[in-house]
């Protein structure tokens, strides 16, 4: 079924899912300062739930894909 809606178009034309993504693209300080613990101290960073460490990779999928599309994805440009 994914797979018919991900071909669809809508009325006014196909979703560009990259855009949509960089167009909802809030900085966060918290996911900010976990990907540091994560850098840093990988050892504490691993001893987080994996909801925590999951929400992170979302968090830096969307933060790479909105500077793709040439936001600006640094503290204070939201």
Known sequence: MNEHLNRAE????KRDKGQLR???????ERME???KLRDSRPEVFE????????S????????K????????VTKGAN
């Open 10 to 13: 809508f009325l006014d034309g």
């Open 22 to 28: 960089a167009d909802t693209f809030k900085w966060d």
């Open 33 to 35: 300062n976990l990907a």
């Open 47 to 54: 001893t987080l739930g994996t909801t925590v460490r999951i």
């Open 56 to 63: 992170l990779g979302y968090y830096e999928n969307d933060k």
């Open 65 to 72: 894909i909105a500077a793709e599309h040439g936001r600006n």
